[in-house]
Nanobody, 119 residues
Framework: QVQLVESGGGLVQAGGSLRLSCAAS????????MGWVRQAPGKERMFVAG????????RYTDSVKGRFTVSRDDAKNTGYLQMNSLKPEDTAVYYC????????????WGQGTQVTVSS
């Protein structure tokens, strides 16, 4: 089993920044691809960003490109999502997730952290 704990969420004004962290324990973090997924009120979960186990491939959903940066520090078993130029539409619960390398579904999820962006 892998346990994931997100932190760093909060309330921020539009244009501000937050850095989310995802601390992993229980398995070897570096063996997994990591993703960030968000869920806004009344909406389905949506992929935000992902980074492969090696860090060699990174993807973003179009709406966050140029504003968000996903990264990982395998020595600390921690992943990050740096969010800049935040917009009210970024308001959501943000989840980190892990999966074995490849294109399969994410199998391990954190509990989520709330991000609220005020206008």
């Amino acid at each position: 089993q892998v346990q994931l704990v997100e932190s760093g969420g909060g309330l921020v004004q539009a244009g501000g920044s937050l850095r989310l962290s995802c601390a992993a324990s229980g398995r070897t973090f570096r063996n997994y691809d990591m993703g960030w997924v968000r869920q806004a009120p009344g909406k389905e979960r949506m992929f935000v960003a992902g980074i492969t186990w090696s860090g060699g491939s990174i993807r973003y959903t179009d709406s966050v490109k140029g504003r968000f940066t996903v990264s990982r520090d395998d020595a600390k078993n921690t992943g990050y999502l740096q969010m800049n130029s935040l917009k009210p539409e970024d308001t959501a619960v943000y989840y980190c997730a892990l999966r074995p390398p490849g294109s399969g579904p994410y199998g391990y999820w954190g509990q989520g952290t709330q991000v609220t962006v005020s206008s």
